[in-house]
T-cell receptor, first 115, second 114 residues
Framework: AQTVTQSQPEMSVQEAETVTLSCTYD???????LFWYKQPPSRQMILVIR??????QNATENRFSVNFQKAAKSFSLKISDSQLGDTAMYFC????????????FGKGTKLSVKP | KAGVTQTPRYLIKTRGQQVTLSCSPI?????VSWYQQTPGQGLQFLFE???????NKGNFPGRFSGRQFSNSRSEMNVSTLELGDSALYLC?????????????FGQGTRLTVV
């Protein structure tokens, strides 16, 4: 069974600083995608970044980047220059071919950005 | 382009009743998935529909069912409601099935069973 683990239930960071959210996963699949989703208090999940397992280069989207370590099955999210609007729940998610599209989510990390 | 629309936003039902939730995907999207979000279990996959056919189903009892119409709109139904069904139900749409497709989520329906 595929599992996704986020070991940090809550984190806080000062505005303008950098924070890293951890995610590990367990799978025997060789090809899959990993995602980070953000869920602000408005409840709407928004895709932050995605990474294909076959790509060695770490994905980057503006202030968001990942550190993908395939052998260690680790997929951490780094947020640089944190902004108050980054306050949200962050979910790590996994999807592989056999799941035909459904995402397998971690339990989430609640990030608070403080002024 | 309008986003994923879920109705209603909030719902209060009594144990034993049944409920129907609605999801209108982004125009052109043919895949619709449903997830249940609770504080204890997190986000759990319910089912996925593509071109009016259920393509995948999560580990939920038969009281949970769904369907998709020819215009890709989807409904999910929960019969004989239990207190434990209280949750945020999220719908996500994608243009097609596939590992790398982005899922666009609605704001969810908050169901409270009393």
């Amino acid at each position: 069974a595929q599992t996704v683990t986020q070991s940090q239930p809550e984190m806080s960071v000062q505005e303008a600083e950098t924070v890293t959210l951890s995610c590990t996963y367990d799978t025997s699949e060789s090809n899959y995608y990993l995602f980070w989703y953000k869920q602000p208090p408005s409840r709407q999940m928004i895709l932050v970044i995605r990474q294909e397992a076959y790509k060695q280069q770490n994905a980057t989207e503006n202030r968001f980047s990942v550190n993908f370590q395939k052998a260690a099955k680790s997929f951490s999210l780094k947020i640089s220059d944190s902004q108050l609007g980054d306050t949200a729940m962050y979910f790590c998610a996994f999807r592989y071919g056999g799941s035909q599209g459904n995402l397998i989510f971690g339990k989430g990390t609640k990030l608070s950005v403080k002024p | 382009k309008a986003g994923v629309t879920q109705t209603p936003r909030y719902l209060i039902k009594t144990r034993g009743q049944q409920v129907t939730l609605s999801c209108s995907p982004i125009s052109g999207h043919r895949s619709v998935s449903w997830y249940q979000q609770t504080p204890g279990q997190g986000l759990q996959f319910l089912f996925e529909y593509f071109s009016e056919t259920q393509r995948n189903k999560g580990n939920f009892p038969g009281r949970f069912s769904g369907r998709q119409f020819s215009n890709s709109r989807s409904e999910m139904n929960v019969s004989t409601l239990e207190l434990g069904d209280s949750a945020l139900y999220l719908c996500a749409s994608s243009p097609f099935q596939g590992m790398n497709t982005e899922a666009f989520f609605g704001q969810g329906t908050r169901l409270t069973v009393v």
